[in-house]
């Protein structure tokens, strides 16, 4: 008698999975405890409580050891609403964060912030995301979608992007992904930069700050930081 296999199931989303206080995957993941992760190598979190202070250098950097499976997932996201907004080329627009909540409208407002980029905000039935009207345009669009990121996700509870942060929770660590992912698809980029090959250029086509690109370019090994 033939055994019967049933079908995968299909993984939840992104969104069905992120809570805003730890990884989705953070159970299978060596960075939790990875000896490139530098709060790992002075103690083993305990607990949901610990978890989001680590900083996880493996997933920010790129390294070959990182298995994390997050970084993909997100990619995936950004490239839905990509196609769903009919994005072809770069620069990607900001009004296509409307797209990150069906059923609730964003609103996006510039206002002038002493120490932050941007914030978000669930006011009763509508997300509310200041950006600092001080900021570059370059920067205020890299913040507008970190901060649509956690509009997808539904974090209900304020979340912040600090300037200057050099170090950031595992939430902000996503976001910034999720912005540089939709800003800068992988596909776009290996087009562009045969053609361009300068961090600069490539930088303005985008709309992003030159250190982002920098970043993102070394990330996909295409320049060395």
Known sequence: MSKVIEPRKSMPTLAELWSGKCCPHETECACRTGSWCPEAKHRKPDG??????????????????????VLDEIE??????LKQAGVI?????????????PKRPVEIRPVPLRHFLGCTWLVDKEWV???????????????????GFHVI???????FKR?????????????????????????????????????IKMARI??????????????LRLSKA
């Open 206 to 219: 985008f709309g992003v700050p030159q250190s982002v690109m920098n970043d993102w370019l070394t990330r």
């Open 153 to 159: 996700c539904g974090n209900s509870g304020l979340a």
């Open 89 to 101: 080329e770069p620069p990607v627009p900001m009004d296509i964060i409307s797209l990150f909540d």
């Open 76 to 81: 995936e996201l950004a490239d839905k609403y």
């Open 163 to 199: 300037a200057g942060e050099r170090y950031k929770k595992v939430s902000e660590r996503l976001a910034d992904y999720f912005s540089a992912s939709i800003l800068m698809p992988r596909d776009f980029v290996y087009d562009f930069w045969p053609k361009v090959e300068d961090p």
């Open 129 to 147: 995301i200041h950006l600092n009207s001080n900021s570059s345009r370059e920067e205020t669009l890299f913040t507008a979608f970190h901060e």
């Open 48 to 69: 949901e409580g610990e978890y989001p202070t680590i900083h996880l250098t493996g997933c920010s950097f790129a390294y070959d050891q990182c298995c994390c499976r």
